[in-house]
């Protein structure tokens, strides 16, 4: 292995362990006091816990860029910070338009798979001009969630993806930093985060779950801020995606017999039914990002 | 644009320094006086949800405020011929500066929202003034939209009183509404805050209402495009 990159595994290593440390260590001690999982417990005050630990666990990993910069004294060039629209408008409207798109897909797919028998007015009879104003003014207030998806995407695309794609081939390296982030949510995954604890083969079924997912979200999110070289279009869509997915859809436009329905549904399986259509955008995502390299073969 | 931008912080860098501690200070009274008084504070009795409202408000008051001060740098001769002859451009100088504010009122809405995220949990989740952030970034968004082109036209004095005057046209027209329209939710209320946000939340106004930040996102935009037309318009003049 060359100098060059020994010196880069070195700082990734450090950045992992900035980045892994805080929620491992935190969540344990949380459980511990509370006596119950964070995310799933019944203590009133654990849900305020659980929301400050996910507004500041996200912004660690750009904590974590930042310390081992400064560290391992790599200096501030390529950190994804500078805004590049020219040539690039393409990826950040897809960064603003797929997730919002994905959202209302997967609410039509619940309808479709998990309430058959029930029309489509009838499962979400609240899609009115109050409740457009509603997703609107959430979709508006997104802009303060912007901030923590900006501390992951800051740490994960912004500081991770480069050093892997340093190391690796590209289809490695998103496969690897995908699974990687997957891991960084297990302490949140096993404290109930996203799956709740109730569920077949918990803790494992939902980290590996989680790993998954990453994988699939890590495809697009590295595609769009490779091909733009900023970090804010890949925020954007984390930004998005934690604020105004098909299961949020569903609180604001569901009647209560389709949120019920939907609550009776195994976590697992209300999973694989809501990353349809992120796995479709993920596969599109990964031939793009890889094609530049079949190109340069072919040309070699 | 990146030489640009750092020409705009080092050249504001006092404001830019004024701004950050206004917005602290803020900040800092709302976090005390919350950890102070718990959840008494946003009873109805106290009104202390208008307060941290207004210290908000307050903090996204300054960088408008000293905006100003980032046009008046660059209000000769010299000034405009020096951007003319950059490689950007009229556009780039007046982009950055574009950029510039906005970046501030970024740095704002962050402290702010970190702010709220800890009062939030001081309160035990009685409280958050996320939307509430928003919308206040967008009107501040937007006022700045509506002075820029004018400051650039007429010089930082003329297009502060052009901003005021606007102002003062959409305070007259909240007055006209107040003395002549149908009220009754308010004058009907013993708590006129909770009436006024249980009429926004109303199916009537909520709509128009969500659309008003992708307006002020637009406006900016808007504006940049104009401020660069009439900066050159400006500069092309002042060579004659």
């Known amino acids: ?300 | 644009m990146r030489g640009l931008l750092y020409k705009n912080f080092r050249i504001n860098l006092s404001s830019f320094r004024l701004n950050i501690i206004v917005t602290l200070i803020c900040c800092g009274i709302a976090v005390i006086c919350c950890a102070l008084n718990g959840k008494d504070l946003i009873s109805e009795e106290n009104g202390g949800t208008l307060m941290l409202l207004l210290l908000y408000y307050f903090a996204f008051m300054m960088p408008s405020l000293t905006s100003n001060l980032l046009f008046e740098a660059d209000e000769n001769k010299t000034a405009s011929a020096f951007a003319m002859s950059l490689p950007q451009g009229g556009k780039g100088h007046i982009e950055s500066k574009y950029w510039y504010i906005l970046i501030q009122f970024l740095i704002v809405l962050f402290i702010s929202f970190l702010t709220d995220t800890v009062i939030y949990g001081i309160l035990g989740g009685a409280f958050s003034a996320t939307a509430l952030l928003a919308m206040i970034f967008s009107w501040r968004l937007l006022l700045s939209a509506i002075e820029i082109p004018f400051v650039i036209r007429f010089g930082s004095q003329k297009g502060i009183a052009i901003k005021g005057l606007v102002i003062a046209f959409i305070a007259m027209i909240l007055l006209i509404y107040l003395m002549f329209g149908n009220i009754s939710w308010l004058i009907n209320s013993d708590d006129p805050l909770k009436a006024l946000m249980n009429w926004l939340n109303c199916g009537k106004v909520l709509f128009p209402i969500s659309l008003f930040p992708f307006i002020s996102c637009g406006a900016y935009r808007l504006s940049c495009k104009i401020s660069v037309k009439v900066f050159r318009e400006g500069a092309e003049n002042y060579e004659q």
Request: charged fraction near 15%; hydrophobic fraction near 50%; aromatic fraction near 14%.
């Open chain 1, 1 to 300: 292995m060359s100098s060059k990159k020994k010196l880069t595994v070195k700082r990734l290593v450090i950045f992992l362990v900035i980045s892994f440390l805080p929620l491992s260590m935190l969540i344990p001690i949380l459980w511990a006091v509370y006596g119950e999982p964070l995310y799933s417990g019944k203590n009133e005050q654990l849900a305020v816990i659980s929301y400050l630990t996910g507004v500041f666990g996200m912004m660690v990993p750009a904590v974590a860029h930042l310390i081992t910069r400064l560290v391992t004294k790599e200096g501030f060039d390529n950190t994804y910070l500078g805004v590049h629209f020219k040539g690039k408008e393409g990826y950040w409207f897809a960064a603003m338009a797929v997730k919002l798109i994905e959202g209302w897909a997967g609410l039509f797919l619940l309808w479709a798979v998990f309430m058959k028998g029930t029309a489509f007015n009838e499962a979400y009879p609240n899609i009115n001009m109050q409740n457009m104003g509603a997703y609107l003014l959430q979709l508006a207030a997104s802009i303060i969630i912007f901030f923590p998806a900006f501390g992951e995407e800051w740490g994960w695309r912004g500081y991770m993806m480069p050093k892997l794609l340093e190391l690796m081939p590209k289809p490695a390296a998103v496969i690897v930093g995908g699974i990687i982030w997957g891991l960084w949510h297990a302490p949140l995954t096993i404290a109930g985060h996203n799956f709740g604890t109730d569920y077949p083969g918990y803790p494992f079924t939902g980290i590996l779950m989680m790993c998954l997912f990453c994988v699939l979200m890590n495809c697009f999110l590295t595609l769009v801020t490779e091909k733009t070289r900023s970090i804010y279009p890949a925020s954007f869509i984390h930004m998005i995606n934690n604020s105004l997915g098909a299961a949020i859809l569903l609180t604001v436009f569901g009647s209560e017999t389709a949120i019920k329905k939907v609550q009776e549904l195994n976590s697992i399986e209300l999973f694989f039914a809501m990353t349809c259509f992120t796995a479709m955008t993920a596969v599109i995502s990964f031939v793009l990002f890889i094609k530049k390299d079949k190109s340069k073969i072919e040309s070699i």
